[in-house]
């Protein structure tokens, strides 16, 4: 079993989170580099709305102006993370590990590839089949028919001496109108959906929180330190 540091921040501002984000990063690789790979976070919260672009995404997939944001009350924050263009809103459960792969015994792909297991186990909990897109990271619903893939989950992250942050946002009860304004990921012929929209009916937010922590667990092999 692993020891994680596990904190529910709510709802918190995107920079604010950010910038928790990177202590907690600086911490792990300050103590790994001192011999000690024990430390692990793993952080869940919901964002106020706001788009952000990762390091290979293109300014371009977002459609609208400077004046356009600030009337839908959102922001925008280029971020150091990889893939492109993401919302997070609420009604989205993000998660934020900050794990060192080393001690976990991962690479990054199999760190990626845990975290997608980790939606569709929790997915599974509520009878919706979901799965992995050949090419693209995240978690997916009717991969294979042309015209009705969608993304439930988007993942982005960043590692630098394989220690990772960033991470997942789940769509909950998400208002999906704000995705019409970006190119999702750099997607222009994919869609977007969320549990709500999926069992058509508002879903326990908390509930499913509760059970994405136990599937985090369950397949990392994690032992959570309140």
């Known amino acids: 079993m692993h020891n994680v540091s596990f904190s529910d921040l709510g709802l918190i501002d995107y920079k604010e989170a950010w910038d928790y984000q990177e ?13 000690d790979g024990k430390l692990h976070y793993l952080l869940f919260c919901e964002h106020p709305h706001v788009y952000t672009l990762g390091k290979s995404g293109e300014n371009t997939n977002l459609l609208i ?34 794990l060192n792969l080393e001690a976990l015994g991962l690479t990054l792909k199999s760190y990626i590839h845990n ?43 960043r590692a630098s001496r394989f220690v990772t942050m960033h991470g997942l946002a789940f769509n909950i009860n998400t208002n999906l109108d704000y995705f019409s304004y970006i190119n999702p990921c750099g997607f222009i012929d994919k869609g977007v959906t969320s549990m709500q929209k999926e069992l058509g009916c508002e879903v326990d937010y908390n509930e499913v929180k509760q059970n994405l922590k136990k599937h985090f667990a369950a397949r990392f092999n994690f032992e959570y330190n309140q």
């Open 115 to 157: 975290m997608e297991q980790v939606i569709i186990d929790c997915l599974a909990d509520y009878g919706i089949k979901s799965d992995r897109l050949e090419g693209a990271t995240g978690v997916w619903l009717d991969v294979g028919v042309k015209g009705k893939e969608r993304k439930i989950c988007a993942i982005g992250v």
């Open 65 to 98: 102006s400077d004046e356009m944001l600030k009337r839908i009350n959102a922001t925008y924050y280029h971020i150091n993370r990889g893939g492109d263009i993401t919302y997070h809103g609420p009604g989205q459960i993000v998660a934020y590990p900050i």
């Open 23 to 35: 202590q907690r990063f600086e911490e792990v690789t300050q103590r790994k580099l001192k011999g």
